[in-house]
């Protein structure tokens, strides 16, 4: 997927989960990242952050380390 289609879906689920307590929202997001993203959507995601992570929500950056560590 082009990276800058993956980061505006990424951080589109940032939006969604921003209205939570910060706790709920980053496992929220880490939640439907594992349950409803391909495993190869997630290594690129894991890979961009790697990367610097540029541009993407700092909840979804702390929901990504979740699901790498």
């Known amino acids: 997927m082009d990276a800058q289609v993956m980061i505006h879906k990424v951080n589109s689920i940032a ?3 921003s209205a939570y307590p910060r706790e ?3 496992a ?3 939640d439907h990242l ?3 993203w391909e495993p ?3 290594r690129q995601l894991l890979e ?3 990367q610097g992570g540029g541009e993407l ?3 979804v950056i702390e929901a990504a ?3 790498h560590g």
């Open 15 to 17: 939006q969604f989960f």
């Open 57 to 59: 929500n700092e909840l």
């Open 28 to 30: 929220g997001i880490a």
């Open 65 to 67: 380390q979740r699901l």
């Open 34 to 36: 594992q349950r409803f």
């Open 24 to 26: 709920e929202a980053v």
């Open 48 to 50: 961009h952050l790697q």
């Open 40 to 42: 190869r959507m997630r």
